[in-house]
């Protein structure tokens, strides 16, 4: 039995055993030992780790092996999950507080034991149902993992290697005048555009971005759509102009962003590869369909 959970080590293509538990990600473990209380996993080394009761199910067997998240539990205690929180060790999420006390607060990260975001680690006052994005850090003299408000000193400036159109994954983190602050690839800032957004977007929002432009001062200009490519295929942006015959390159930026989620840009561009494959035409202003 194999289970796959993803962000396991790899070599020459092959799903490789960790040589040690690593806590805060997601370890392949071998099952060496059925116990009352779970699981046994090991690593290469014969590190060794309970996966509780709750986790294992009837087809996990001796010497399987199993994919699992490492952490510690409310005791403490180093343990496996088959679970997956919302966000590992040096990743970014949109956490809810859901409980404070005199010394941090503790906030829900999709496990059973919420994640503590020490006091010292809180740019402003934590309340009870406040949502703030934090990044999940490690404690190095205990190993405990905790969150951080204080996200800044973890910014990648260098951005060596990086090109335009390249695609990267990132986080919503601000709202701003300009439009959306993201954390590309978990350590670059970016920003997302306003007048070049044509989708719901929010806060804690995880996107596939693409880059733009890579800025002097460390930071880069970012898209949600590949930068030159036009937007959706022919026959979809053909059914939205018979859906909406009223339509025309005239129409207002605002009309066009709100019903084809494109810039009027982008739908003048794409209008005219339908002119130029000859399936419209356009006569006195209008968009006619050629049958």
Request: with cysteine.
């Amino acid at each position: 039995m194999k289970i796959v959970f993803g962000y396991n080590m790899r070599k020459n293509g092959i799903v490789m055993i960790n040589e040690t538990i690593e806590v805060g990600k997601i370890n392949r473990l071998r099952v060496y030992k059925n116990t009352d209380f779970g699981l046994f996993l090991e690593s290469n080394c014969e590190e060794e780790v309970l996966l509780p009761n709750a986790y294992c199910t009837p087809d996990m067997k001796l010497h399987d092996e199993i994919e699992v998240f490492i952490y510690h539990d409310s005791e403490d205690r180093l343990v496996a999950t088959t679970q997956k929180p919302l966000a590992m060790l040096g990743e970014y999420f949109y956490a809810k507080v859901v409980d404070y006390r005199q010394y941090g607060a503790f906030v829900d990260w999709g496990l059973p034991k919420d994640l503590f975001v020490p006091l010292s680690q809180q740019k402003a006052y934590f309340h009870v149902d406040d949502c703030f994005i934090l990044r999940v850090c490690k404690d190095e003299e205990t190993g405990r993992l905790y969150g951080t408000h204080k996200i800044g000193k973890y910014i990648v400036r260098d951005m060596g290697g990086l090109s335009q159109n390249q695609k990267l994954y990132a986080i919503v983190i601000a709202k701003t005048p300009l439009g959306y602050k993201v954390i590309a690839d978990n350590k670059y800032e970016g920003m997302l555009f306003e007048n070049e957004i044509f989708e719901p977007i929010a806060i804690g929002d995880k996107k596939e971005v693409y880059i733009k432009k890579l800025r002097g001062d460390g930071k880069m200009d970012l898209s949600l759509q590949i930068i030159g490519q036009k937007s959706g295929n022919q026959e979809e942006f053909l059914d939205l102009i018979k859906a909406n015959p009223n339509f025309n390159s005239k129409s207002s930026p605002e009309d066009i962003q709100s019903t084809f989620k494109m810039s009027k840009k982008n739908f003048k561009r794409n209008l005219t590869a339908l002119v130029e494959a000859k399936k419209v035409s356009i006569n006195e202003g209008k968009i006619v369909i050629n049958e």
